[in-house]
């Protein structure tokens, strides 16, 4: 059995203070034996901090340069794979007193339990010394996690995580050189490992220290792209939904006597190639799917059958029942009504249509 004492922990450091050197005397006090101090470009006067931890037994990587804090962490998960690979995983702490030494010492344990989890150290947002900033800071992002990519945590922020071995692996090749990274990792986990929360000590002992490094729409911008790409994807599809639908009823709406079903033939008609276009572009395109094409078309066709008769029922209900069928209400009307269906099916695609089984 692995003794969790040498698990790996990591340090990303720009430029630090006196709570760095606390931190590493606290850490080798209580007996962690391999730590990873990875110095991201701090200038010649910090040396001494890096020099001092190299002389008491730390292992210290460079950057020549700033290169942000994706880079570091990139950086030492390469080291830890290459000096280390029997390790179940390694953890990752901030440098600035953030993280107590009992709450990594936990996270080292639950490590060498569940090798398969991410860990992330939870915080209590609603603790009065937690500056305004990062508490909407997360909130916002924790919103928009859930809502756009279907993970569901409650500390989006923490630098306190414990990560396997395997998915450092992955980690490597993942976007994000800065602040960003952190977010990306949580999107990497979708299906493809757990995550496990686990509540730690709420340390803030300078507003201004910790109000300038995490940026919620900044470093979450690979959240909305996703969200973006589907915005693209669906609008376009729409433009060309609406447009068939139009030009059909302007021909065809006179074959028939019956307005609804009029309506009815139209939809279906403009649906299947607005449908197929839209399909190809969200397989490929937003959720960059690895199901295959058999079963996400199948599940695709009965996700657009169904928003084709919601959609084509409400526009009739609304536009015939509701409103007596006046002269030109059927566009605007199945507008407002496919707006409302579209961010059903957001998530309908990303939970069900695209989703590959782990």
């Known amino acids: 059995m692995y003794d969790y004492l040498d698990v790996p922990v990591i340090i990303p450091s720009l430029e630090p203070d006196d709570r760095l050197s606390r931190l590493l005397e606290e850490m080798r006090d209580a007996g962690i034996r ?16 890096f020099d001092s931890a190299e002389a008491q037994g730390c292992t210290v990587l460079r950057h020549a340069v700033n290169l942000g804090k994706g880079r570091a962490l990139k950086t030492a998960f390469n080291h830890c794979l290459n000096t280390w690979p029997d390790a ?20 080292m344990q639950e490590m060498c339990a569940h090798p398969d989890s991410l ?28 809502s756009l990519c279907g993970v569901s945590v409650s500390d989006t922020q923490t630098g306190l995580r414990g990560v396997p071995t395997a998915f450092m ?7 994000g050189e800065r602040f960003e990274f952190e977010s990306n990792m949580l999107i990497e986990t979708k299906d493809r490992l757990p995550i496990r929360e686990l509540p730690i000590q709420t340390i803030y002992d300078s507003k201004e220290n910790h109000s300038s490094h995490f940026h919620p729409l900044r470093d979450s911008a690979r959240i909305y792209a996703i969200f973006g790409r589907f915005l693209f994807s669906s609008l376009s599809a729409s433009v060309l939904d609406l447009a068939l639908f139009t030009l059909l009823l302007w021909l065809l709406g006179r ?37 295959g094409h058999r079963q996400a078309a199948v599940r695709y066709c009965v996700l657009a059958l169904v928003q084709m008769l919601a959609s084509a029922g ?34 309908i695609q990303r939970e069900f249509v695209y989703k590959k089984k782990a």
């Open 34 to 49: 391999r730590i990873l101090l990875v110095d991201d470009g701090s200038s010649e006067t910090y040396r001494p901090y």
């Open 88 to 107: 179940p995983g390694a953890i990752t702490a901030d440098s600035d007193g953030q993280h107590s030494v009992p709450d990594i010492l936990r996270f």
């Open 119 to 146: 860990l992330l150290g939870c915080r209590d947002f609603d603790d009065a010394g937690v500056p305004f900033k990062s508490r909407w800071g997360n909130k916002i992002t924790c919103f928009m996690f859930r």
């Open 169 to 175: 692996r992955r980690l490597m090749n993942v976007p």
């Open 255 to 291: 074959l028939f006597t019956n307005a609804t079903a009029a309506i009815f033939f139209c939809t279906a008609l403009a649906r299947v190639c607005s449908a197929s276009y839209n399909y190809y572009l969200n397989h490929r395109v937003v959720f960059h799917s690895q199901a």
């Open 314 to 347: 409400l526009v009739s209900l609304i536009a015939v029942r509701l409103l007596g069928n006046p002269a030109g209400a059927e566009l605007p009307v199945k507008i407002l009504v496919d707006m409302v269906l579209f961010f059903v099916s957001f998530q």
